[in-house]
């Protein structure tokens, strides 16, 4: 499988759409050529935070192919492909990659509940099938099942599943799992709260919610995780925290969407059934972002 190219701080980009719902590409643009400016180390587009389970799969190709173009090979672009139908997760995958994916993240099949050897099976297939590298997508509290080590460590053989997404927020499974992972297998913290934990148990970095407002704090906290400077790590880790719960006051991306539209980066447009964040949430959104450093109070 060779040596992880999955590291560091990794945005799940938003998907910013303009005031009718459509996609708001010189955004999108804007929005992608700043995270790498800004120094991080990978893009998810059309993941959850990028609300793909409200965009066609003719949309989510253009954020691809859109997002491909902006980064130009400088970082991974890991697009999100999951479906709770193994034959759509394959049709998107394929679609993906041909719109300039390097990376297909698969989330675990949402609602319909298989049990693991229903989990084994719709992996390999997806993976089997794909053309690029597989990323695994945990996420129980989206998904309502949990891929189990066991089944993790196996799908972890494949030749084409390169690393698993944790955000189950379990530390004794994530640990298990870094411990016991073949050579070359990433683990990335599903968690920004968790990012400092995970990679002091060897985890190898982060796929962040809260990058997409501060791409080169999470970058420079993951960096320091990854050299062992407890000293910034703790530090960053600290002036991040308010942030890192103020991202999740509302579902993701509502909170997020609305840090960014008060940075004057995207329009606060969401697709149904996500609504804007509550008024109230707003006074501890700005306080965190000015904590950050990236807006005035």
Same mark, same amino acid.
């Given at each position: 499988?060779?040596?992880?190219?999955?590291?560091?701080?990794?945005? &799940?980009?938003?998907?910013? %759409?303009?005031?009718?719902?459509?996609?708001?590409?010189?955004?999108?643009?804007?929005?992608?050529?700043?995270?790498?400016?800004?120094?991080?180390?990978?893009?998810?587009?059309?993941?959850?935070?990028?609300?793909?389970?409200?965009?066609?799969l003719?949309?989510?190709?253009?954020?691809?192919?859109?997002?491909?173009?902006?980064?130009?090979?400088?970082?991974?672009?890991?697009?999100?492909?999951?479906?709770?139908?193994?034959?759509?997760?394959?049709?998107?995958?394929?679609?993906?990659?041909?719109?300039?994916?390097?990376?297909?993240?698969?989330?675990?099949?949402?609602?319909?509940?298989?049990?693991?050897?229903?989990?084994?099976?719709? %992996?390999?297939?997806?993976?089997?099938?794909?053309?690029?590298?597989?990323?695994?997508?945990?996420?129980?509290?989206?998904? &309502?099942?949990?891929?189990?080590v066991?089944?993790?460590?196996?799908?972890?053989?494949?030749?084409?599943?390169?690393?698993?997404?944790?955000?189950?927020?379990?530390?004794?499974?994530i640990?298990?799992?870094?411990r016991?992972?073949?050579?070359? %297998? &990433?683990?990335?913290?599903?968690?920004?709260?968790?990012?400092?934990?995970?990679?002091a148990?060897?985890?190898?970095?982060?796929?962040?919610v809260?990058?997409?407002?501060?791409?080169?704090?999470?970058?420079?906290?993951?960096?320091?995780?990854?050299?062992?400077?407890?000293?910034?790590?703790?530090?960053?880790?600290?002036q991040?925290?308010?942030? %890192?719960?103020?991202?999740?006051?509302?579902?993701?991306?509502?909170?997020i969407?609305?840090?960014?539209?008060?940075?004057?980066?995207?329009?606060?447009?969401l697709?149904?059934?996500?609504?804007?964040?509550?008024?109230?949430?707003?006074?501890v959104?700005?306080?965190?972002?000015?904590?950050?450093?990236?807006?005035?109070?």
């Amino acid at each position: 499988m060779g040596t992880c190219t999955l590291r560091g701080a990794i945005t &799940a980009l938003v998907t910013p %759409f303009t005031p009718d719902g459509q996609l708001d590409e010189p955004a999108l643009r804007a929005l992608v050529a700043w995270q790498v400016e800004q120094g991080i180390d990978g893009v998810v587009p059309v993941g959850s935070t990028g609300e793909a389970a409200t965009l066609s799969l003719a949309e989510r190709e253009r954020v691809v192919a859109i997002t491909a173009e902006v980064v130009q090979g400088r970082v991974p672009v890991i697009a999100g492909a999951g479906s709770n139908d193994t034959a759509a997760a394959i049709e998107n995958s394929r679609v993906l990659a041909g719109a300039g994916a390097t990376h297909l993240l698969q989330v675990s099949p949402m609602y319909s509940k298989p049990p693991q050897r229903g989990l084994l099976a719709h %992996f390999r297939a997806v993976a089997d099938a794909a053309t690029i590298p597989v990323v695994l997508y945990n996420v129980p509290g989206r998904t &309502a099942s949990n891929v189990e080590v066991e089944t993790q460590l196996a799908l972890a053989e494949h030749p084409n599943i390169v690393a698993t997404k944790e955000a189950s927020g379990n530390i004794a499974q994530i640990d298990e799992i870094i411990r016991r992972r073949p050579a070359g %297998f &990433a683990v990335l913290s599903g968690d920004d709260s968790l990012t400092a934990e995970v990679m002091a148990r060897g985890g190898d970095g982060v796929i962040s919610v809260v990058s997409n407002a501060v791409p080169a704090a999470m970058h420079a906290l993951a960096a320091a995780a990854a050299r062992g400077d407890a000293g910034a790590v703790r530090a960053l880790h600290d002036q991040l925290t308010p942030l %890192f719960s103020a991202a999740f006051v509302e579902s993701n991306p509502i909170p997020i969407k609305a840090a960014l539209a008060m940075m004057g980066r995207i329009g606060n447009v969401l697709r149904l059934p996500l609504v804007p964040m509550e008024a109230r949430h707003e006074r501890v959104i700005r306080e965190a972002l000015a904590g950050a450093g990236v807006v005035a109070l």
